[in-house]
């Protein structure tokens, strides 16, 4: 029996009222910014809010969102009728979003960048660190000597704080091995921080991981002037090697870094093998990764500071995510991608940390809102919908999460405030009480 013959016999009906199987019903909910992409009835609002709100959820699956006085009467006599154990959660009045998707990280890695940080502010470019040797490959080299536990200890410590800022979801990527030996073991890392069916696991600790393949994040060292031998190694033997550990492929195209036809010769053949497709694309430099993402069908394309219209209008026409990275900026201190040429050329929008030790050490994602909105021209309810439902497009899951309504997985983060519109307003404390992923 799939899901969703399970959800119809979850829900029966007899007379004027559905009655609904639920394993968790949450009540109380001052406002529940559903970010629904169908309209819900008694919502309002572009961002479909419902004042005094509930929601039910069956073996982890949103079966039931509505008013409190709608669905409150209900729930409470099928609970005290029944010995089911159905969990009631008092919301307490607080507000209630999806939680959210962070569609672009690099957290398994080990050592820090802090004389980078500090090289930059002395003047140095990001491009003349990464032509000194310095950037990803001094993570590369602190990565390759640490053992696999270290690895893990450190990447579940940046998974507990960007749980306890709201995130639910998390796109993880490799790139910080660049040999195969290195990639698999953190490839292996990012599958077993998906524990997501352990039933150990608390709602208020579980996760869900996407695995990202970013062995095309530069060249090593061991390859500086063989650099053809290396985009060989990518194609002939990890991407086949690293089939059914990886849901994406990314590539660093970049002048920096690969070419755009070293990143099709790549992207392609990772299409081949069953990898959905993503780029860093145009960050430093007019570099061909988006067009290329476009042609490719990409599902996303990241950064995007140099790209131009005609690159927005292809990637718009191919169905490619335009993915924000504005914590970049803010530690480069270079100009912010103005949101509004995205949004105005029909793009999909989401923004994600680009968690990483280099250019962006921020697990916050209110952090990211915060800055789309004051530097970015995005509004609130902009910010909102590109870092739940858009960053969920960004993975191709907008059909599992990112917002909440019926069919939908139960991720949600619960706010310590008692309007939404305080998100973005109050800023530099963290405003969610607790994230919560239902199984």
């Given amino acids: 029996m799939d899901q969703r013959e399970e959800l119809e016999l979850a829900m029966t009906f007899d007379g004027p009222q559905a009655e609904i199987k639920a394993s968790t019903v949450i009540r109380n909910i001052g406002q529940l910014v559903t970010v629904a992409q169908q309209p819900i009835a008694g919502a309002s609002g572009p961002l479909q809010v419902i004042q005094d709100a509930a929601l039910a959820i069956y073996k982890g699956t949103i079966v039931w969102v509505g008013t409190e006085d709608e669905g409150e009467p209900w729930f409470q006599q099928a609970a005290t009728a029944s010995k089911d154990g159905i969990k009631i959660i008092d919301a307490q009045g607080a507000v209630i979003t999806p939680g959210f998707v962070d569609s672009h990280t690099h957290l398994v890695f080990a050592g820090d960048r802090a004389e980078e940080f500090h090289l930059r502010r002395a003047g140095v470019s990001y491009g003349e660190l990464l032509a000194q040797g310095h950037g990803i ?48 073991a953190c490839l292996r890392i990012i599958n077993s921080l998906n524990a997501f069916e352990d039933t150990a696991i608390t709602p208020l600790e579980r996760m869900r991981i996407v695995p990202t393949f970013l062995g095309a994040h530069s060249i090593p060292p061991e390859y500086r002037d063989r650099r053809s031998e290396y985009v060989e190694l990518v194609i002939e033997q990890m991407l086949p090697a690293f089939v059914g550990l990886a849901r994406f492929c990314d590539v660093f195209c970049e002048r920096e870094a690969f070419t755009e036809e070293e990143s099709r010769r790549i992207l392609t053949r990772a299409q081949e093998l069953g990898y959905n497709l993503k780029l860093h694309a145009d960050q430093l430099s007019p570099s061909g990764g988006a067009r290329l993402a476009a042609e490719l069908g990409a599902t996303s394309a990241d950064h995007l500071d140099h790209a131009s219209d005609s690159d927005l209008d292809a990637m718009r026409e191919a169905g490619v995510v335009a993915t924000l990275l504005p914590g970049c900026s803010y530690t480069l201190r270079s100009p912010y991608p103005a949101a509004r040429r995205f949004l105005d050329h029909g793009l999909h929008v989401a923004l994600a940390t680009d968690f990483n030790p280099g250019t962006s050490y921020c697990e916050n994602m209110q952090m990211i809102l915060g800055l789309a909105m004051s530097e970015m021209d995005m509004s609130l309810e902009e910010a909102l919908t590109a870092t739940t439902i858009n960053g969920a497009r960004a993975l191709a899951l907008q059909d599992q999460v990112g917002s909440v309504e019926v069919g939908k997985q139960c991720e949600l983060a619960l706010w310590s405030i008692k309007d939404y519109r305080e998100i973005g307003y109050h800023f530099g404390t963290n405003l969610v009480q607790s994230a919560l992923v239902e199984r």
């Fill in 137 to 184: 490959l001094t993570t590369m080299t602190a990565t390759r000597k640490a053992d696999t536990e270290t690895l893990l200890t450190l990447a579940r410590e940046r998974l507990a704080s960007m749980r306890q800022h709201g995130t639910t979801t998390v796109e993880i990527k490799t790139g910080y091995g660049l040999d195969m030996i290195t990639e698999e």
